[in-house]
């Protein structure tokens, strides 16, 4: 990992995790046509800069090679305005996120979009035990100061718009308290 000593960014990156299936791309897309923030599919990234190892069969996903991507991504987290969108978040740099976004859904909501995705067997199981047991917001609760951590719902197309709204509301008063 570079050591990169931290400078005031123009704009702020907000992270947006949860399991999959919560809504994090559709979120993620929408807040940067808006905004013009640059929305960082860490899942697309890895692939195309060669940062995935080998494919890890219990989980059906391949293992990240975690200090690649970080490394490849440091110049754009210094400069600021990303969203970066993933379903994990523990092994990112505290330092390059001014906030957090922890999506929700229930458990049949997400079953069902996880289900229209075509995961079956333990692989749908495991994804929807990860949002009965809270385990990716307790992955921000441990990994983030508590004060930038915000929980979100996004069921419907009526929570995405407030989650939207909200996240465009906390951007301005970003831009407010950080004119130079
Ligand atoms: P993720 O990126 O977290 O894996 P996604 O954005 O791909 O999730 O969304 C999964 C599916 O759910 C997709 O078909 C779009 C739909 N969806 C997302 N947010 C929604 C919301 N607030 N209301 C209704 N459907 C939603």
């Known amino acids: 990992m570079q050591n990169v000593p931290q400078t005031k960014r123009e704009a702020p990156n907000i ?3 949860g399991t999959p299936g919560v809504g994090k791309s559709t979120l993620c897309q929408r807040l940067s046509e808006l905004t013009g923030l640059q929305w960082l599919e860490i899942s697309k990234i890895a692939k195309e800069n060669d940062c ?5 069969q219990v989980y059906q996903c391949p293992v990240l090679d ?5 490394d490849g991504l440091e110049e754009t987290m210094c400069r600021g305005g990303n969203i970066v ?4 978040c523990e092994f990112f740099p505290e330092r390059w996120f001014d906030v957090v976004f922890v999506l929700r859904a229930d458990n049949t909501t ?14 749908l199981e495991d994804n929807v035990d ?3 047991f809270q385990t990716i917001l307790e992955e921000a609760v441990a990994s983030y100061k508590e004060d930038i951590i915000h929980q979100l719902y996004s069921r419907t197309p009526e929570e995405l718009q407030d989650n939207v709204n909200r996240i465009c509301l906390w951007l301005q008063q970003w ?6």
């Open 175 to 180: 831009f407010q308290d950080n004119q130079t």
């Open 130 to 132: 990860c949002e009965i």
């Open 15 to 17: 992270l947006v995790t």
């Open 66 to 70: 975690e200090d690649k991507l970080m």
């Open 52 to 56: 995935l190892e080998e494919y890890d």
């Open 85 to 88: 969108d993933y379903h994990s």
């Open 110 to 123: 997400l079953y069902d979009r996880l289900v229209s995705r075509g995961y079956a067997g333990k692989k």
